[in-house]
C-alpha cells in the first residue's frame, strides 16, 4: 500500500525558504513519479512540480522556477521540495501525489497521479 506523508509546513516572512519533505512508503523507488501540487483557498489545485525517478527529469510551474527546486532522496524513500524566495502568494496547502509504477521519462498528467498525501500548509505573510 502506497502511503504519502508530507511535512515541513511552516508559517514565514516574504523572503524566508521552507523545505517540504514527502516520504513514501509501499512503493519501488526506481520506477515512479512524484509532483508537488498547492491548492489556495478559493483557487484551483495548481502543479507546482514534479520529477520522474526514470531519468530524472523535472517539472516546475511558471511561477516558480529559479525559486523552487525538487530533488530526491532514494535511500530514505523521500522527496523535496526547497522553496526559495518565497511570496505572499505561494501561501497554499501543498500535497504529494505519486504516479506509480510510472516508466515515463516525462511527468504524468494530473490525472495519472494515483496517490496523494494529506498536505501540509505553507503560509507566508508579513
Known amino acids: 500500500q502506497v502511503q504519502l506523508v508530507e511535512s515541513g509546513g511552516n508559517l514565514v516572512h516574504p523572503g524566508d525558504s521552507v523545505m517540504l519533505s514527502c516520504a513514501a512508503s509501499?512503493?519501488?523507488?526506481?520506477?515512479?513519479?512524484i509532483g508537488w501540487f498547492r491548492q489556495a483557498p478559493g483557487k484551483e489545485r495548481e502543479g507546482v512540480s514534479c520529477?520522474?525517478?526514470?531519468?530524472?527529469?523535472?517539472y516546475y510551474a511558471d511561477s516558480v522556477p529559479g525559486r523552487f527546486t525538487i530533488s530526491v532522496d532514494n535511500a530514505k524513500n523521500t522527496v523535496y521540495l526547497q522553496m526559495n524566495s518565497l511570496k505572499p502568494e505561494d501561501t497554499a496547502v501543498y500535497y504529494c501525489?505519486?504516479?506509480?509504477?510510472?516508466?515515463?521519462?516525462?511527468?504524468?498528467?494530473?490525472?495519472?497521479?494515483?496517490?496523494w498525501g494529506q498536505g501540509t500548509q505553507v503560509t507566508v505573510s508579513s
Open positions: 520529477v520522474s525517478n526514470r531519468d530524472g527529469s523535472t
Open positions: 501525489a505519486a504516479a506509480y509504477p510510472w516508466y515515463g521519462h516525462y511527468c504524468p498528467e494530473t490525472n495519472e497521479y494515483g496517490y
Open positions: 509501499g512503493l519501488a523507488f526506481d520506477h515512479y513519479a
